[in-house]
């Protein structure tokens, strides 16, 4: 496969981070920051682009972290994705963040979750496939923290906000620790779009980019 040069983005949760590959690597700026990322992620796109002496011109597909997340945050990164996509032309590649949140360790047994307010936690189980890339075990869930269900045999590491939260309501023999102040991370979205593209995934057009929030929004609570 070909060098291909991708633009990546996470803004699911409070922190908000792009990144772009370059050939001497990775290039990421990261920033934890709640309810700014409409004003903080363009500059910080422009930013990355001038760091890595690049421009639109110059990237081959866009990456985005889909969620699950807060959904004002998830929203702006997939518009945002898309409409840089749809302008340029480039292919999409849609990422859970979940799966970013678990790429941003070499743990190979992960328990992912991001606290989802009203008492809730988005919640999956990763592994590490032989590549170490971190894969979805089962389906992503969101739920109060007494109803998740982890692995009781094994070795598993705890990752992520919902960890700082309700790490008391989870203990046992097979979690090995956990750390409650790790984030999605756009340099971990990159990494996952860049292996689906060198393993043939060719992406999906902006068009069919859409959030994966997991739970209905407020709006479409109040419509049912």
Not at 157 to 169: C, D, I, P, V
Request: proline letters at 7%; aromatic letters at 8%.
């Amino acid at each position: 496969m070909g060098l291909l040069r991708f633009l990546a983005m996470d803004t699911a949760t409070e922190a908000c981070s792009v990144a772009v590959s370059t050939p001497a690597g990775v290039l990421e700026e990261f920033v934890v920051a709640a309810n700014a990322h409409s004003q903080l992620l363009l500059p910080m796109i422009q930013r990355v682009l001038d760091r890595a002496g690049m421009t639109l011109a110059d990237i081959g597909a866009i990456a985005c972290g889909v969620g699950p997340g807060g959904f004002t945050g998830v929203r702006i990164g997939v518009s945002t994705a898309q409409a840089l996509a749809m302008a340029c032309g480039l292919p999409v590649y849609p990422v859970s963040s979940l799966q970013a949140l678990a790429a941003t360790v070499s743990q190979p047994q992960v328990l992912a979750a991001l606290d989802a307010r009203k008492g809730e936690v988005y919640a999956g189980i990763f592994r590490q496939d032989m590549r170490g890339i971190p894969q979805l075990q089962g389906a992503e869930k969101v739920g109060a923290p007494d109803a998740v269900a982890w692995p009781a045999e094994g070795q598993w590491w705890g990752l992520g906000t919902g960890w700082q939260a309700y790490h008391a309501h989870w203990q046992g023999p097979s979690i090995l620790g956990w750390s409650g102040d790790s984030f999605p991370r756009a340099e971990a979205v990159l990494r996952l779009a860049q292996a689906r593209y060198q393993a043939g995934d060719r992406g999906i057009i902006p068009a069919l980019l859409e959030p994966h929030y997991i739970r209905p929004s407020l709006p479409e609570e109040k419509q049912k």
